[in-house]
């Protein structure tokens, strides 16, 4: 089984991104808002995924297989009205863990997010974010990319 474990936090200042990769990302979701498992449509630059995603906060189950651009464009119909589109840099931190920040795009515009990944519970939930780390919001329901791409922004 595959399994998710990290942190998401609101990004309080912006860091400096010129050493980060950047991706446009697109996703949909296929599953309805109430259900507790998630089937989401990603693409990443050229790249095509599906991806479905266990309940939980830090941790959570994930399987993803790549997909073709064409069964992308099949399925993606079906997400609308739950979407979201950002760019995604993807950096490290001095100690060598790598973050990925979110800004995202179109109604969400103003929202910024980081998240981190880890090898165990116990090492996200000891782990001290850097200074421009905003609030943890890692078991807040609001920012979860599924209740953003429905709900928006939370107020």
Not at 7 to 17: E, I, S, W
Not at 68 to 92: D, M, N
């Amino acid at each position: 089984m595959s399994l998710e474990i990290e942190r998401k936090f609101l990004v309080a200042t912006m860091p400096d991104l010129s050493q980060t990769r950047k991706a446009f990302v697109r996703q949909g979701y296929l599953t309805h808002p109430d259900d507790s498992t998630e089937l989401r449509l990603r693409q990443k630059n050229d790249q095509y995924f599906m991806t479905l995603k266990g309940g939980g906060d830090i941790a959570r189950v994930e399987r993803e297989a790549e997909i073709s651009g064409a069964q992308f464009e099949i399925f993606w119909p079906e997400t609308e009205g739950r979407r979201v589109e950002k760019e995604r840099y993807t950096g490290l931190l001095p100690d060598g863990r790598t973050f990925e920040l979110d800004v995202f795009l179109g109604s969400l515009s103003s929202l910024c997010l980081v998240e981190i990944e880890f090898n165990s519970e116990e090492a996200a939930r000891a782990y001290s974010p850097p200074d421009w780390f905003g609030a943890d919001v890692t078991e807040d329901k609001r920012y979860k990319n599924k209740t953003l791409a429905i709900n928006g922004i939370p107020n």
